[in-house]
């Protein structure tokens, strides 16, 4: 799906680089409109009882920086703690990656070796497909990348590779109707501050899943080329309040209102170990749209 005059991942990096210093400080902006709810905000949880489920009001603790351990298999968790921060919770990358572990439509499909994956605007397809946009709510992303082997200190530099499925729960490259779109995916790389940002949309809940955003976090650019080079797959949930509203007020959700309904947390395949240090906090309506804000600690 690509154009005969691409030229592949290094010139996304120039490109990149060229726009480096507006991009660092409209992130660094989004991000005070954004941090100033990290410790404020409360998020209602969801599904069974303990912890991260309750259904009561719960301080969010989504900025990465919790001190909880615990270790389980299959499918599941793995939380460490490395001096003042806790590692995010190493997560499946799902069916639908394209990051070169699986196959889609009879070939390995691997999005990360197009050029144009670089980008902070992930709605519309790029390259050879059809160019359409992903339909949506509005989501800002903003995302802060801190080493927890070195006291939790910013990660510059770092490649993060996001996607997620559209508002009808699928996802390009994959699913029937838009095997031949790759929107919703991306790549963007951390500023000197560790903090980067995507524009969306907010993802629908499909059958048998939480509403979430995947996410893998790599050394740079350069090695984000294959999932055999991620430090971290991980995933990103978000608050059942935020989620009830959107689904059941905006347009082209219908199907997530009954999914929705069926799930929970503690039901939830990847999340039902805890969620704590993969909760988005979340701001923003339905009129201007929606902004996600997590810290994720990588042991670097």
């Known amino acids: 799906m690509q154009h005969d005059h691409d030229q592949g991942l290094a010139h996304d990096l120039e490109e990149l680089g060229k726009e480096a210093t507006r991009q660092r400080r409209r992130i660094a902006l989004a ?16 599904g069974g009882g303990g912890g991260d489920t309750s259904s009561s009001t719960t301080t969010d603790s989504g900025t990465g920086t919790g001190s909880g351990t615990g270790t389980s298999t299959g499918g599941t968790t793995t939380t460490t703690t490395t001096s003042s921060c806790s590692v995010i919770p190493e997560e499946t990358n799902g069916p639908y990656p394209a990051d070169g572990s699986n196959t889609a439509n009879g070939s390995i499909a691997n999005v990360l070796v197009q050029s144009g994956i670089v980008r902070s605007d992930i709605r519309s397809s790029f390259g050879g497909s059809s160019s359409t946009v992903a339909g949506g709510v509005p989501l800002t992303l903003n995302l802060k990348l801190v080493n927890a082997s070195a006291s939790c200190t910013d990660l510059s530099g770092y490649a993060v590779y996001v996607w997620h499925c559209d508002r009808e729960g699928r996802y390009s490259m994959y699913s029937s ?23 969306t949309v907010f993802p629908a809940c499909y059958s048998g899943r939480m509403p979430h955003i995947h996410v893998e976090v790599y050394a740079s650019a350069a090695t984000a080329t294959a999932y055999t080079k991620a430090l971290k797959t991980t995933q990103i949930a978000f608050p059942t309040d935020v989620c009830n509203t959107v689904y059941n007020n905006a347009t082209g959700y219908s ?12 039901s939830d395949m990847v999340f039902s170990d805890g969620v704590t240090l993969e909760m988005a906090t979340v701001t923003g309506d339905l009129t201007n749209g929606y902004t996600a804000a997590l810290t994720m600690a990588v042991a670097a």
């Open 31 to 46: 991000w005070l409109a954004s941090a100033a709810g990290f410790g404020t905000m409360t998020l209602l949880g969801c």
């Open 255 to 266: 199907a997530s209102i009954a999914n929705f309904s069926r799930i929970s947390f503690s």
């Open 177 to 199: 109707g838009v095997t031949n779109e790759n929107y919703l995916r991306g790549v963007q790389v951390s500023a000197s501050d560790g903090t980067l940002s995507f524009t």
